[in-house]
């Protein structure tokens, strides 16, 4: 999909039949009933008005279902690079030779510190994210578990964390023992277009790594990137794939083409059919939390407000990672500005927040809390902060 979608004729303005028919399917929804996988398709062909009759109706259906507050998550890069499968979009693969820092698991120490950092920002997660096929018992399942037990210590933030595959049916218990709280795994794509992005594993393996976390009582997240060469098709197959799954969150990532994969010539997913996609997640998951991450600085742009109104409940907040996000104050600012809040009610503020607000303090990053109050409230907060704020070992 390229900017081509411009070329494409808008419906007659006067036309009002889209309007009609997501109007009724809205209702539908709000009264518990489901989309097909037809009409999903329908609602990413919209243009022109239409759009925005699909956003209208996708972002009543995220206020009914999950409020007006959203929801801020972020993340710690645990341990980069040198993982042995083969995404193809990922900087991260030792298949590919991308300019990514490689270094192991983090200490609990430093988890604690990204904790803090993400409880400053507002997010109500950090997950501790982890380059490898997956987890098997021994030191490097003791040394994880430590990681979790130190982030799952900080009030008021849970743990959650992203560490490949799974197999072994008595893991996901103790990392829930541990205190994790939720596990991502994304399923990335459709089923069939799966193979055009991984070969190193199956649809199947992930499947299967999800529903032993749910057996176990462990919260999901799992979702895709988009941007990838998929066909609408395919994203709707997936949409439905994870509603089955009954995953719950789902996170929505746009490919950022990364130096060294194969994916690095990629054109960018034009905004507006990014949104469109956001807008049929929500319909046909309405219950479900939809979390937009990596990629929507570089995809969005100017239109990232949107992907609240398009019905995203849930945005990733400070750096993705292998790239850095954008300032968290920006996102205060715009979550403000949409009168939307970033804090359940009643759930505690974080500090210093109108000064952060009003430029103040730089950014909270694990960097700033690891160096002490003095350049938090020093006179130094032009100074340029690292992209990655784990430290490179
Ligand atoms: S996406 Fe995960 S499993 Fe795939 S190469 Fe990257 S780190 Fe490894």
């Given amino acids: 999909m390229t900017h081509d979608k411009l070329t494409v004729p808008r419906p007659e303005a006067h036309d009002l039949s889209f309007r ?11 009264e518990g009933g489901a989309v097909s996988p037809d009409e999903a398709a329908r609602m990413l062909d919209a243009t022109g008005a239409d759009t925005w009759d699909l956003f209208a109706a996708a972002n009543r259906v995220r206020e009914a279902f999950q409020g007006l507050d959203v929801h801020l998550c972020s993340i710690v890069n645990a341990k980069s690079g040198l993982c042995s499968e083969d995404c193809g979009f990922c900087s991260q693969s030792a298949h590919f030779a991308s300019p990514v820092p490689e270094y192991k ?36 399942l003791d040394d994880v578990l430590d990681r979790i037990r ?28 541990a205190g994790l709280v939720t596990y991502n795994h994304n399923l990335e794509t459709s089923r069939s277009h799966f193979g055009s992005v991984c070969t190193s594993h199956s649809y199947d393996d992930r499947v299967q790594t999800l529903k032993l976390l749910k057996q176990a009582g462990v919260s999901t997240c799992s ?91 849930a945005s990733m907040a400070g750096h993705y990672l292998t790239s850095g996000g954008r300032e968290t104050a920006s996102d205060w600012h ?26 103040r303090l730089p950014e909270p990053t694990a960097a700033n809390i690891r160096a002490g109050g003095a350049q938090v409230h020093g006179g130094n907060r032009n100074r340029s902060l690292p992209v990655l704020s784990a430290p490179v070992k």
């Fill in 334 to 359: 715009m979550i403000r500005d949409l009168e939307m809040d970033y804090r359940p009610e009643g759930a505690e503020r974080p500090p210093s927040e109108i000064d952060r607000l009003a430029g």
């Fill in 150 to 177: 130190a982030v799952a210590a900080v009030e008021g933030v849970n743990a959650d964390a992203s560490l490949g595959l799974i197999d072994d049916p008595e893991i996901p218990a103790l990392l829930k023992q």
């Fill in 20 to 30: 009609d028919w997501i109007g009724g399917l809205c209702q539908r929804v709000l």
């Fill in 105 to 140: 698991l983090v200490s609990a120490d430093e988890c604690t510190r990204h904790a803090e950092a993400a409880k400053a920002r507002g997010s109500q997660a950090l997950g501790i994210v982890a380059a490898w096929r997956g987890l098997k018992k021994g030191k490097v």
């Fill in 223 to 313: 979702g895709g990137i988009f941007g990838m060469g998929e066909t609408r098709q395919d994203r709707v197959d997936l949409a439905f794939e994870l509603k089955a799954l009954d995953t719950d969150v789902i996170p929505m990532n746009f490919l950022n083409p990364m130096e060294g994969t194969p994916m690095e010539d990629s054109a960018l997913l034009p905004p507006m059919e990014a949104l469109r996609t956001v807008a049929m997640f929500r319909m046909v998951n309405p219950r479900t939390e939809i979390m937009l991450a990596g990629g929507r600085e570089v995809v969005l742009r100017d239109l990232q407000p949107l992907m609240f109104a398009a019905g995203a409940s």
